[in-house]
């Protein structure tokens, strides 16, 4: 037996070679390590649902997990666009699944459509933000650490047979750079094969034109390259959920029964499903949850970590260190917080100067009120006393007349009393004067 190993030679000038084992050394058990530390921590895998109230994405859910998800209806009288997340344990053999399903509710509801995907979008730049803080925290556990982040988007289109309606183009634009969209024409049993042919041919030329970029299967693995190939060309899926099982033949199956016949959900003939389910379960699973971490994740962290000021090269492209990079910015922050300062203490002492003038002004006026006031009290008591005055020369005045009267009818009293004796004095000496 021939054992090879690529070995690694730290020296100037030398790569790598490849040099012959003398024996058996074990590392070849290293996928079966691999596969026994994955299976024995589980998996996780976030599915986002966009799409109209009642194309049913819910439903769809439950069929393709082969399961009855809780869940409320939604309606279409939601004021906004909410998200409305469910975490969900899921085993399968021996393999475990921590499934979180993410539906849109009230998307495409509103008469005013035109920011029903900003909900969305920072929902999923929520999730990479929540990662990244983890991410950065000096004591991490991302073993532990429950991924949030969005590994599929499942864009579910309403069969019109027409178009995409604007919100569909708009929402899939604003999208396609943070996650990996799937469209997939929801309900495609309302139309018929030749429609939805052409629908299909419309949907991906609309796609194309207006530059949105929706998940592509990879086709760099050898294993599944021709499948994934062949998928490719069959984007956007027509699809049918059913999680209702009716006798068909000697099998029961899930289908959807009308007056006019059955339509089998997992009959290729009659729709799309079985391809979803594969390509989106049990082929490309591993790598929506991979491009979601190298690829829409990424973009995010860079976008983040330069919004920060950290960089890969300095303008000489020579490789930045951390410790430079943090001092660097440490060096900035306290130059702007040093301005900030100057100019809050420059603002302070231009508001304590209006301040003061405010209240010189203000005490000015107080000032001149009070000498208004002073002159105006000073002129009322000068009337009053001069009104006093008057009043008490004219009481005097009155006093003396009432003197004069009174001494005046004194007097006459007085001259009339002398009379009247005198009168009865003649009287009682001349007695004749009585007879007349």
Request: proline share 3%; aromatic share 8%.
């Amino acid at each position: 037996m021939n054992f090879l190993i690529r070995g690694s030679l730290h020296r100037h000038g030398e790569g790598c070679r490849t040099v012959p084992l003398a024996g058996h050394v074990g590392f070849d058990s290293l996928p079966d390590q691999l596969v026994n530390k994955s299976v024995s921590q589980g998996f996780c895998f976030n599915i986002l649902c966009v799409g109209e109230t009642g194309l049913g994405k819910s439903t769809l859910m439950d069929t393709l997990f082969n399961t009855k998800f809780e869940g409320e209806p939604a309606t279409h009288t939601q004021p906004g666009v909410q998200l409305r997340s469910n975490t969900y344990d899921l085993q399968e053999s021996n393999v475990g699944l921590k499934l979180t399903i993410v539906s849109t509710v009230g998307f495409g509801d509103q008469i005013n459509k035109e920011d029903s995907y900003k909900p969305i979008v920072e929902f999923i730049d929520a999730q990479f933000e929540a990662y990244l803080q983890e991410e950065l925290k000096i004591r991490r556990v991302l073993h532990a650490y429950h991924d949030s982040r969005i590994h599929a988007c499942l864009y579910f289109i309403a069969p019109t047979g027409h178009s995409l309606k604007s919100l569909d183009l708009v929402t899939m634009k604003k999208l396609d750079s943070k996650v990996n969209i799937i469209p997939i024409i929801a309900k495609s049993d309302a139309i018929s094969k030749s429609e939805l042919t052409k629908f299909k041919i419309k949907i991906t030329s609309e796609l194309v034109s207006n530059g949105v970029q929706i998940y592509q299967f990879p086709t760099d693995d050898e294993s599944v390259a021709e499948i994934n190939g062949t998928m490719n060309a069959h984007l956007p899926f027509a699809v049918i959920g059913s999680t209702e099982e009716l006798k068909i033949g000697n099998k029961m199956m899930k289908a959807r029964q009308y007056p006019w016949g059955t339509v089998q959900v997992e009959n290729e003939a009659h729709c799309d499903f079985v391809k979803l389910r594969e390509m989106l379960i049990r082929v490309n699973m591993e790598d929506l949850r991979e491009q979601t971490h190298s690829r829409h994740y990424e973009l995010y962290r860079r976008c983040k970590l330069e919004e920060m000021g950290f960089q890969d090269t300095d303008p000489d492209s020579k490789p930045f260190s951390l410790q430079e990079t943090y001092e660097a910015k440490r060096n900035e922050f306290l130059g702007e917080l040093q301005k900030k300062e100057e100019e809050m203490r420059q603002m302070f002492v231009q508001r304590v100067k209006e301040k003061e003038a405010e209240l010189k002004e203000a005490e000015k006026e107080l000032h001149e009120k009070f000498d208004r006031l002073k002159k105006l009290h000073q002129d009322e008591k000068k009337k009053l006393e001069d009104k006093k005055k008057s009043l008490d020369d004219e009481v005097n005045a009155f006093k003396q007349r009432k003197t004069a009267a009174e001494l005046l009818q004194s007097q006459s009293s007085q001259a009339g009393g002398s009379q009247t004796l005198k009168r009865d004095k003649e009287k009682k000496n001349n007695p004749w004067l009585c007879t007349e």
